[in-house]
């Protein structure tokens, strides 16, 4: 079994990476000068509220427009989920995937993840230790990428603007999804992954279907 | 009981699974991973300083037009119209879309050229030997930065457009556009180029005298 280094009371500066010995909970890294803990503190608290306040603006982003499309005059809103039924409608399957994928698929994949990485966390899981390393890399990964239907109405509507014709506008969904972007990698920002590892130190070696299943897994 | 100082600068701890480990040896151009969660441990790259200084410099004076010419413009019946980065930005401030504006500009412009001049000036000061406190700052502030730029998805979002558009008007791209890829590449290679572990050592050396 691997030793941690927060069981020999070294921590590891979260800026520079130098290894110190800490002397107190929080202490500052004689490298970088940035002060840090063994483990984020309150982590699973941080991490928790931010993945409800990302919830929370999920429902608004997709039950409010994101864009107002006006053609000849005549305004017509769509949500996100509208808006992939159209391209789907017209033959746009590439864009109704990227859209889908990015606009609805991940965020809600992140959310799901988040509680599922916050779950375990606090107990040891039927899932294997790097299988929940890999899930939080890809939380992380993913962060970034959901922005991409805001970006576009962006883009849309300071181009598409030809008078009478057809012009687009933002719509109120778009802040509520801009939030919601924001705090689900806020979220991911202040989850500890190291936590996971501990969690599974801390089980003791008797929980036999455990170990059972972490053979089947290496076999 | 304590351990020597000496010693804790022959391991390194897993950022991800908080394992101890032997500092492994490696060559420039060689990575070292973590046996147990296969996360980077850190690696060492061929002539850090030079390369990141020459790419972010490039990225800085991208931004200029890649930020002001128009990317993308459509015409149809008689009009026309198009758009640059910054007018993305404005149309959202007069539709009195406050919080998206901000966030648009936070993660395709503030936080991009914050990333690049931080780069460039620490590629600059550990390459010429220049090292101060000041330093430590600007490098913090890069690493946190890291993880908060979006052009890669910005410019995803150029491209769905430019799908969805195509359909409804005539579309010309501009000059914008292209300096966008390439400022893209330009803030891509500067987290390829910059050796962290590098300029670390540098800094610790060059600080405690
Ligand atoms: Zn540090
Ligand atoms: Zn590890």
Known sequence: MKTSAKAMGLGCCPCCHKVVKMQAETQQCPRCHRSFSVRKINSLSHTFAWTIAALVMLVPANLYPMMIYYTLGQPEASTILEGIATFIQFGMYPVAIVIFIASFVVPLAKIIGLFILMYHAKRASKLTVKQQGQLYHIVEFLGPWSMLDVFVVAIMAAVVNLGFLSSIEAAKGITYFGLMVVFTMLAAESFDARLLWDAQDQKPQTDDSQSQLNQAGSR | ?209
């Open chain 2, 1 to 209: 009981m304590a351990k020597p100082a000496a010693s804790l600068n022959n391991i390194v701890v897993c950022r991800r699974c908080d394992a101890v480990l032997s500092k492994p040896k490696i060559e420039p151009g060689q990575k070292a991973t973590c046996p147990g969660c296969s996360a980077l441990l850190y690696e060492l790259k061929k002539n850090p300083m030079e390369r990141t200084m020459a790419v972010s410099l490039a990225g800085l004076l991208l931004f200029f037009p890649a930020i002001l010419l128009p990317m993308i413009g459509v015409s149809a019946a008689g009009t026309h119209n198009e758009a640059s980065l910054i007018d993305c930005i404005i149309i959202l401030l007069n539709t009195d879309y406050h919080i998206v504006a901000f966030i648009v500009f936070l993660f395709t412009i503030a936080i991009p050229i914050v990333h690049l001049l931080a780069a460039f000036y620490i590629a600059v000061a550990v390459h010429f030997n220049k090292i101060s406190q000041s330093l430590l700052v600007f490098f913090r502030s890069y690493h946190v930065l890291d993880s908060w730029t979006m052009l890669h998805v910005f410019f995803l979002g150029v491209v769905v457009s430019i799908y969805k558009i195509v359909d409804l008007a005539e579309l010309t791209v501009g000059g914008g556009l292209m300096s966008f890829v390439l400022l893209l590449i330009c803030s891509t290679l500067v987290s390829v180029t910059l050796d962290h572990h590098y300029v670390w050592e540098k800094m610790e050396q060059a600080l405690e005298d």
